[in-house]
């Protein structure tokens, strides 16, 4: 069994992470997001502009000395539209959309040769509630069990759900989609109270 390290470092290789999780485990999913530089957006809603948004962040960061950060975290619960908020298909769309405007800002400068190295200006990290609670030996999970639909998932380079699917078990990872390693590990939480990302690669 791999240590919470090794869900960092996939992360870290990814441009695009895409993070499932149960409301039982929120609150876990916050101190895991909490480690990295990063930054939420918050609220979005159909006006929203990622240029507008990164353009005061860099004003900020300028009259404020507005802290680094290297992912721009949403969370899908935060996209609204004025239909309902779990199967309007006008919220499906905005969410595809908004998506898919923050992954072309991100790949904007990327070079036309393809053996160049290139790295983001920013990483993208997605978290999205689950309908329901994923049994660690479920093997009926489908796209649909998540809010967001499978166009998230499509573009991720690296999902993975939290889980805790009865009240006195300890928190679970389960890998759903992996570019970068294709082994099937367990992650164990053991550590995660004492893990600092920013210190050790900021």
Known sequence: MKDISYIYEMIEKSDITLIEYTFKVERIKDE????????????????FSIKAFLRDIKINQVLDNFEYFK??????????????????????????????????????????????????????IITSPLHKSISNTDKSFQVNNFMGGNRTMYMADFAFTINKPKLFDSPSIKVLKNRHDFDNVEISFDKLTDYNY???HG
């Open 32 to 47: 895991f997001i909490s480690k990295l530089p990063c930054i939420m957006v918050g609220e979005i809603d159909s006006s």
């Open 71 to 124: 992912y721009l975290v949403i969370d899908i619960s935060d996209i609204i539209t004025s239909g309902d908020s779990n199967i309007s298909m006008e919220r499906t769309k905005l969410i595809k959309s908004i998506i898919e405007t923050i992954r072309m800002d991100m790949y904007k400068s990327y070079p036309k040769v393809a053996t160049i190295e290139f790295e983001t200006p920013y990483k993208l």
């Open 198 to 200: 920013i210190c050790n």
